[in-house]
């Protein structure tokens, strides 16, 4: 990675109508095109959407365990994933506290952070500067066509076109995911790559998500599993939250564009923090050999528990 100056053009655009945005570190931006003008909000970040969607309420554990798992997941795994070839910018679609967008920043990268307004106060916290972090919408992405080398977006597409942020999907939510999909490749510059990690719908068993939330409850047996054990049994077909490696391969190749899609391997991804404490503590290991033994071929199957592709535009 190449040291990038902040005082550079900044890769910033109106997500009204797509012209380059003038602003500075402190000062609201305003469009040079149509002159919509973007507001920075209480704690300094600009607030680069036309409406925010809904998005659940953050806490201290939820900041605690990205700020842990973010150290992990840069060192064990996006950076040597990254730095197989050359690359200066780097965009974190859904960047949570922002801990590893700050990470590849201090390691030299042109690297930038967005989420929804919610998190802005984390960000203050955790001291991100607001040069690199904007509060955005993943479907509508306030940044120039073709500027990155690498995108990447982890355990956020299966959120993309939910009613309140969790599980129950909206009745767009197919066009909302192809939004998602087309901006992130728009995004990214010819022959850059795009990430993307989340849990598989094929395999049958994920222990990341609850079978419900506010909009809509499970049937009574899968709350009851999940209640005691932590697993979320679920339906590998028809119309679910989780993505597949088809319906990924589908959006971002025959959709979106890319080139190519590479399943990559899982080993060095996960932390295993579920598997701690409560019923899954004695499959911690059963777990571990097997997410890092999952061969090539079967990396897009139903044996697989995980997504995590990299998409070449």
């Known amino acids: 990675m190449e040291a990038k100056h902040l005082g550079k053009a900044s890769p910033l655009r109106c997500v009204t109508c797509g012209q380059a945005l003038s602003c500075d570190l402190e000062g609201d931006a305003i469009c040079g095109g149509c002159h919509q003008m973007y507001k920075r909000d209480r704690f300094g970040y600009l607030e680069l959407l036309l409406e925010a969607p809904y998005a659940p309420v953050t806490g201290e554990d939820y900041a605690c365990v990205q700020r842990v798992a973010g150290d992990r997941v840069f060192v064990d795994y996006?950076?040597?994933?990254?730095?197989?070839?050359?690359?200066?910018?780097?965009?974190?679609?859904?960047?949570?506290?922002?801990?590893?967008?700050?990470?590849?920043?201090?390691?030299?990268?042109?690297?930038?952070?967005?989420?929804?307004?919610?998190?802005?106060?984390?960000?203050?916290?955790?001291?991100?500067d607001p040069r690199r972090f904007v509060c955005g919408d993943a479907t509508n992405l306030p940044f120039s066509d073709n500027y990155f080398d690498v995108v990447y977006s982890l355990g956020v597409i299966e959120h993309i076109g939910t009613a309140i942020g969790h599980c129950t999907l909206r009745n767009d939510y197919e066009a909302k995911r192809v939004l998602f999909a087309g901006e992130l490749m728009r995004v990214t510059k010819p022959g850059g790559r795009v990430v993307i990690a989340c849990p598989n719908k094929s395999f049958p068993i994920d222990i990341q998500h609850g079978p419900a939330d506010e909009a809509r409850q499970a049937h009574w047996l899968r709350t009851f599993v999940f209640d005691r054990t932590g697993l979320n049994i679920h339906k590998t077909w028809g119309k679910y939250h989780l993505p597949s490696y088809g319906e990924i391969r589908d959006l971002f190749c025959?959709?979106?564009?890319?080139?190519?899609?590479?399943?990559?391997?899982?080993?060095?991804?996960?932390?295993?923090?579920?598997?701690?404490?409560?019923f899954l503590k004695p499959f911690a290991s059963i777990a571990k050999v097997y997410v890092n033994i999952i061969p090539m071929p079967l990396r897009s199957t139903f044996f697989n528990p995980y997504v995590l592709v990299q998409i070449r535009r």
Do not use: Q
């Open 254 to 278: 025959k959709r979106a564009g890319g080139s190519e899609l590479e399943c990559l391997p899982l080993r060095g991804y996960f932390g295993f923090g579920r598997f701690s404490n409560g």
């Open 78 to 128: 996006m950076k040597p994933l990254f730095e197989r070839e050359p690359f200066e910018t780097v965009l974190e679609v859904g960047c949570g506290v922002g801990r590893i967008t700050k990470l590849f920043a201090e390691a030299g990268a042109e690297a930038y952070g967005i989420d929804l307004p919610i998190l802005s106060s984390l960000w203050a916290r955790e001291g991100n």
